[in-house]
């Protein structure tokens, strides 16, 4: 089986062939390290289920579940909704320093860079819409906080907001792997 098959429903959920493809080539080129590491290498800030080899992956599926709840609450959100989902499916994809197997603290800064030969999948300013969802998703805790972007982007506010919600929610330790179910 090929690793994007692990993702196959989340895939699924893209509407759109351009981003669900573009979703599906930067997952097989993602790095080995998030294919077998654990969502948290401290094992601090996730759930158990998140733990342990492949656990990154299961968190990403995670908050792809998350998200799509979420996406159900605030319909106004809706029309981004591909550009949501692939954003979470990317967002931890470089979480992993292959040196230190650690947590490289500006993840959410490299896969504009690893997956940039597949941006001409995307419809123009699509892959930046993408990638900006990516380096936005720790909120206040990573590198690029939308919030206290100059100029402020308001447009890209409820979007971002979704992101680091569906990830935060996924993270904390009380979820079980039922979310997966």
């Known amino acids: ?20 493809a573009f979703a599906a080539a ?43 709840d979420l996406l159900r609450a605030f319909p106004e959100l809706e029309p981004e909704r591909d550009v949501i989902i692939t954003a979470i499916l990317l967002h931890d994809t470089c979480k992993v320093d292959p040196d230190t197997g650690r947590t490289d603290p500006d993840h959410p800064l490299l896969p504009g860079k690893r997956y ?25 805790w990573g590198p690029v906080d939308v919030w206290k972007m100059s100029p402020p982007l308001p447009e890209r506010m409820g ?3 979704l992101v680091h919600l569906a990830d935060y929610v996924a993270s904390r330790e009380w979820v079980s792997e039922k979310i997966l179910a």
């Open 1 to 20: 089986m090929a690793r994007v098959e692990l993702f196959t429903e989340e895939l699924a959920a893209i509407a759109d062939p351009s981003y669900r």
């Open 116 to 140: 940039e030969r597949f941006a001409g999948m995307l419809p123009p300013g699509g892959y930046e819409e993408v990638m900006a969802l990516v380096e936005t998703h720790m909120g206040i």
């Open 26 to 68: 930067c997952l097989e080129f993602a790095p080995q390290e998030f294919w077998t590491a654990p969502a948290s290498s401290s094992r601090k800030y996730h759930p158990e289920f998140a733990h342990g080899e492949g656990g990154l992956v299961r968190h990403t599926k995670a908050a792809v579940r998350v998200a799509l």
């Open 159 to 161: 979007a971002a907001l």
